[in-house]
């Protein structure tokens, strides 16, 4: 098993939504881990507004990986998007991104924040893992997908 699929549940994989922009996924991912870690929302998105600041999470291929640190929060967790509309992220291929992977870590979780960042990438490098995650038919068989992913 791999880390990433600690960090999902069927609720924290959502399908084939649309946005207007970066600022309306992250206040959405605010609402969803509010709920689900007793965070308050706004933590979350100026969490990650505040990296995206430093730089565009986009990697290329129509892929994201907004991080941030939450101060008080006791394990990393994540939640994962695929888009029904691709969503402008600044990337470097200029590509628009369909995946889209909110990763969160307690403030002080250096080491773990690196390892499942690294993770992540070695993930969505997947050329036929990624072809897979986009033509998933519903979160049952993506979180399959993932939980049966090999770094």
């Not at 640190?69 to 994962?80: A, E, H, S």
């Not at 995946?99 to 307690?106: K, M, N, Q, R, T």
């Not at 993506?142 to 992913?149: C, P, Q, Y």
């Amino acid at each position: 098993m791999n880390q990433l699929a600690s960090l999902l549940t069927p609720d924290t994989i959502l399908l084939d939504l649309v946005f207007a922009s970066k600022q309306a996924l992250f206040e959405h991912a605010g609402n969803v881990l509010s709920r689900q870690y007793s965070l308050k929302p706004t933590e979350v998105i100026n969490s990650l507004c505040d990296r995206e600041r430093l730089g565009s999470t986009a990697l290329g291929y129509g892929i994201a990986m907004p991080h941030g640190r939450i101060k008080g929060l006791t394990q990393p967790t994540g939640v994962l998007y695929r888009l029904q509309t691709p969503l402008e992220f600044d990337a470097p291929d200029h590509q628009p991104v369909t995946l889209c992977f909110i990763l969160l870590v307690p403030k002080e979780a250096n080491d773990t924040h690196l390892q499942i960042l690294g993770e992540l990438a070695q993930l969505f490098g997947d050329v036929a893992m990624r072809q897979r995650m986009l033509q998933a038919l519903n979160i049952p068989e993506l979180h399959a997908l993932i939980t049966a992913w090999v770094a």
